[in-house]
């Protein structure tokens, strides 16, 4: 499985960008998540969706300005993100795995990412 990753860009702080991440045939079989590494940090998690798109997990720094959706016929995993500040500023990354239990457990398959700036 590959992941596409796109959307990135600069923008300012408050301002909205909308990240796409295509797929492989077989999507729709996984849950999928959100990641992002700033410079000098570890890779640290964003969103997740389970198979389903019914359930969702967002890390408390992005909760309720970011919000993870797909489109399995599409085989693309989407992130809106609204109300952007400079501390967004990473490499984000998608990635497949699995959902349970309310916990996101990530593949070891990544995308090479999509570089979002925020400026203030």
């Known amino acids: 499985d590959q992941f596409l990753e796109s959307g990135g860009g600069s923008v300012q702080d408050g301002e909205s960008l909308r990240l796409s991440c295509v797929t492989s045939?077989?999507?729709?079989?996984?849950?999928a998540g959100w990641f992002r590494q700033a410079p000098g940090k570890e890779r640290e998690f964003v969103a997740a969706i389970d198979r389903t798109g019914y359930s969702t997990k967002y890390a408390d720094s992005v909760k309720g300005r970011f919000t993870v959706s797909r489109d399995a016929s599409q085989k693309t995993v989407y992130l809106q993100m609204d109300s952007l500040k400079p501390e967004d500023t990473a490499v984000y990354y998608c990635n497949r795995g699995l959902y349970s239990r309310g916990e996101y457990y990530p593949g070891d398959v990544w995308g090479r990412g999509t570089q979002v700036t925020v400026s203030s």
């Open positions: 045939d077989t999507f729709y079989l996984y849950a």
